[in-house]
């Protein structure tokens, strides 16, 4: 695999050192003074050129390679060090491969900032706006009175900030998404088209009328927190919609009124949430999954892809199915009926 240059520009040399500074691997092998070009799939290794490997099997294809880069776990040095990893330049060792590789990718590949404090004339900005240095605007943007852009945020095409809305610093937001009673940390990524802050669906039913109960509430999103394209969350009725800081929400996610959702918390592609529930710190929740109205997830829990909470769960464990339980009980459960079934049909055959 080679990048395509004309999507993603040149990369820049990093050296070992500077790899170092970030303090989250170690140097096993060669000089700290050896510079690092590019980064490539582990099956492209080749000189100067930086790779990770997490497990045994990654580093199998290393063999007939010479002159790269790796970063592996301890273990995997230990057992193919002098063997299969001898002919690499340099070997980091870090608990998490993965992780610091993506912080090195950061390094090599930084955004582009070509356009800083440019604002696109095309942009409609009341006088009582605050905004701040090295802000970008794009095209057709509507920044209403009384937002405040924080120092470094880019804004896409045709976004949209309501009144008093106020955006951190450092903060990239994608093209057409709309901010509506809605404050955001710094460093928040939000993808193309995702909608922030409009009132939930609430409403009242009486006679032959239905009547939609009003939103006074906002969105609390805390720093470093990614929310991806096409996703919709709504703010709080009396209470706010809080998002903690480095939460990961996935593409075409619904997110109700006064839903909380703990920091590093990750929510997958298609999940809806309720209203009024909790989403404790550090959760996975699998995509398609829903979860029911006020319901109260606690720290630590998996849920599964395509699986329906219906009450609160106390004990962090993996769940799946409908209604979600424990995972280990519902695969026995899934053997025994399959076991059953295929009885079953052995009797009426004879």
């Keep these: 695999m080679t990048i395509d240059r004309s999507f993603f520009s040149d990369p820049k040399s990093v050296s070992i050192a500077t790899i170092l500074e970030l303090g989250t691997c170690s140097l096993k092998k060669g000089s700290s003074d050896f510079v690092v070009k590019d980064i490539n799939n582990i099956t492209q290794a080749a000189s100067g050129v930086l790779v990770f490997a997490k497990d045994e099997k990654q580093v199998s294809c290393l063999s007939q390679k010479s002159g790269y880069v790796i970063i592996t776990t301890a273990e995997i040095y230990d057992a193919f060090g002098n063997d299969v990893l001898k002919h690499s330049e340099i070997i980091l060792v870090a608990e998490t491969p993965r992780y610091v590789f993506a912080q090195i990718c950061s390094l090599i590949y930084p955004d582009d ?75 928040i990524d939000i993808g193309a088209q995702t909608v922030i802050g409009k009132a939930g669906f609430g409403f009242e039913i009486s006679g032959d009328d239905i009547q939609k109960i009003p939103h006074f509430g906002r969105v609390l999103i805390g720093s470093n927190t990614s929310i991806g394209s096409n996703s919709c969350i709504d703010r709080g009725t009396f209470g706010d919609t809080v998002i903690s800081e480095l939460v990961m929400i996935d593409n075409m996610v619904h997110i109700a009124h006064n839903v909380q959702i703990g920091r590093k918390s990750c929510i997958l592609a298609q999940a809806g949430i309720a209203g009024s529930s909790v989403i404790q710190e550090n959760c996975i929740i699998g995509g398609q999954t829903g979860i029911s109205d006020h319901v109260n997830i606690t720290s630590n829990t998996i849920i599964l892809s395509h699986s329906g909470v219906t009450k609160s769960i106390t004990i962090p464990d993996v769940y799946v199915g409908f209604p979600a339980t424990n995972a280990r009980s519902f695969w026995r459960e899934q053997a025994k009926l399959r076991k059953l079934d295929k009885k079953i049909k052995n009797n009426d055959k004879d």
Excluded at 143 to 167: E, F, K, Q
């Design 113 to 187: 900032r070509d356009d800083i404090n440019f604002i696109h004339p095309t942009a409609i900005i009341d006088k009582t706006a605050q905004i701040s240095e090295g802000v970008v605007i794009g095209p057709f943007c509507h920044i209403a009175s009384g937002v405040h852009i924080g120092a470094g945020s880019r804004l896409g095409v045709g976004v949209t900030c309501d009144r008093s809305v106020i955006i951190g610093n450092n903060c990239k937001i994608g093209d057409y998404v709309t901010l509506e009673k809605v404050i955001l940390g710094d460093n």
